[in-house]
């Protein structure tokens, strides 16, 4: 039993079937036990013996050629193929030139031209530029109408209610029916309510319209007051009080 460093013999073994590389599992099991155990000798765990000659002389099985496609890589096996092309050799497909005079229209409150439009103010100088003025103008109905020319191309139209939270009530009587309700957080509904529909227009109809305008509507509400409001380019300001009207109407 050798129970501390393997012999000179027991080394010069290992290494030639290291070298054969055709060493099977029990071989493998039993050189390893005997070599680096100290304390177990296996005098019985040996693998068949085998002589070195035999060993050269057995050749490995063969294996079928791999083959590779185009875009797929090559393994450790198989060099990477290198080609070598011309600028000449390539063809290089010309995508289709566009038309010379390509046919579309621009919506006239969009496009930009050469001239001035009539609704935008002209560029002088800021100093003969006169200061905004907020005019105020009562209607025949008794609306008040508060208007400021501030020489943008976005305009802001919106509807002032004196309608606030303090109006609400726990009980109020409806005169038609005389039924009593509550009017506590309507002031707050009507602010979420606001440009979903109307009785002319549904909701996508509202939107569409807003995009067609180039606009923003918001709604807000206070202890005070209530605001309808719209922002629009200039020239569709038209457009935008027939949508804020339909809108408080409902």
């Avoid at 496009?111 to 530029?129: D, K, Q, W």
């Amino acid at each position: 039993a050798n129970w501390g460093r393997p012999s000179q013999q027991q080394q010069q073994e290992a290494y030639l079937e290291q070298q054969s590389g055709i060493m099977n599992v029990a071989a493998t099991a039993a050189r390893a036990a005997r070599l680096y155990s100290p304390r177990r000798p296996l005098h019985n765990i040996r693998a068949p013996s085998r002589s070195f000659a035999a060993a050269q002389t057995q050749a490995p099985p063969s294996e079928p050629a791999k083959t590779y496609s185009e875009n797929e890589f090559p393994d450790r096996q198989e060099p990477p193929i290198i080609k070598r092309t011309n600028a000449a050799d390539v063809s290089v497909t010309k995508a289709a030139k566009p038309p010379a005079n390509p046919t579309y229209t621009i919506s006239p409150t969009r496009c930009i031209g050469t001239e001035r439009p009539a609704h935008i103010p002209p560029n002088v100088p800021l100093e003969s530029l006169e200061i905004p003025d907020t005019k105020i103008t009562t209607l025949s109905n008794g609306v008040r109408v508060g208007s400021m020319d501030t020489f943008s191309q976005v305009s802001s139209v919106g509807v002032l209610i004196d309608f606030g939270s303090r109006h609400e009530l726990d009980q109020y009587t409806i005169p038609s029916t005389n039924e009593t309700v509550s009017t506590a957080g309507v002031n707050h509904l009507m602010e979420l309510l606001a440009f979903q529909s109307t009785k002319n227009h549904t909701g996508d109809q509202i939107r569409n319209i807003m995009e067609n305008l180039g606009g923003a509507s918001f709604a807000t509400s206070s202890r005070e007051q209530m605001l309808y409001c719209v922002d629009v380019l200039r020239p569709n300001v038209k457009e935008a009080f027939n949508l804020l009207g339909d809108v408080i109407k409902c």
